[in-house]
T-cell receptor, first 113, second 112 residues
Framework: EPEVTQTPSHQVTQMGQEVILRCVPI?????FYWYRQILGQKVEFLVS????????KSEIFDDQFSVERPDGSNFTLKIRSTKLEDSAMYFC???????????FGEGSRLTVL | ELKVEQNPLFLSMQEGKNYTIYCNYS?????LYWYRQDPGKSLESLFV?????AVKQEGRLMASLDTKARLSTLHITAAVHDLSATYFC????????????FGTGTRLKVLA
């Protein structure tokens, strides 16, 4: 069964360092998303991406964040200069045009020291 | 500001009992989704509700949507321990756009 895959599963970084989280969405999906979840709490929307551009972004998604689809398969989230409060689980999701059902990856846990 | 609220936030129940989780949202939407999350795991899709009056059932879980009341319910029948998890509803902010807002989550613990 097709699935969304994310790497790395866990990354530890120093404050101020750049981090890139990678996602491979399901191959025939057209819409891509990043969400984050701090310590099992609320699932927060960061950004959506369609047709090679950002469709929506939240207040959390400031200039320190960027997304890219560098080729036909990968979808990346970059945090330029990490802060302690960026520590969270980051989930990538994708969907088709139909029901709108989101399919989530297993997540990348980011720990900023 | 769009709000998606669930209640209760925490639910501890005995096996065999019935209970309902409520999801209220503050914007117009005719698409609502329910997800399950086990501790330390990802979000697993449970139900897709695409219109007013939609009802879906899977095993001991049944979800419904009332778009006029801006309310969805997730009903648990004869709970079993395996249903212990956190349940989230998610609202498509406006139909066919690109932003889904998740509810606050309900942490369910079913006691044997």
């Amino acid at each position: 069964e097709p699935e969304v895959t994310q790497t790395p599963s866990h990354q530890v970084t120093q404050m101020g360092q750049e981090v890139i989280l990678r996602c491979v969405p399901i191959s025939n999906h057209l819409y891509f998303y990043w969400y984050r979840q701090i310590l099992g709490q609320k699932v927060e929307f960061l950004v959506s991406f369609y047709n090679n551009e950002i469709s929506e972004k939240s207040e959390i998604f400031d200039d320190q964040f960027s997304v890219e689809r560098p080729d036909g398969s990968n979808f990346t989230l970059k945090i330029r200069s990490t802060k302690l409060e960026d520590s969270a689980m980051y989930f990538c999701a994708s969907r088709t045009r139909g029901t709108g059902e989101l399919f989530f990856g297993e997540g990348s846990r980011l720990t900023v020291l | 500001e769009l709000k998606v609220e669930q209640n209760p936030l925490f639910l501890s129940m005995q096996e065999g009992k019935n209970y309902t989780i409520y999801c209220n949202y503050s914007t117009t939407s005719d698409r609502l989704y329910w997800y399950r999350q086990d501790p330390g795991k990802s979000l697993e899709s449970l139900f897709v509700l695409l219109s007013n009056g939609a009802v879906k059932q899977e095993g001991r879980l049944m979800a419904s949507l009332d778009t006029k009341a801006r309310l969805s319910t997730l009903h648990i029948t004869a709970a079993v321990h395996d249903l212990s998890a956190t349940y989230f509803c998610a609202v498509d902010v406006t139909s066919g756009t690109y932003k889904y807002i998740f509810g606050t989550g309900t942490r369910l613990k079913v006691l044997a």
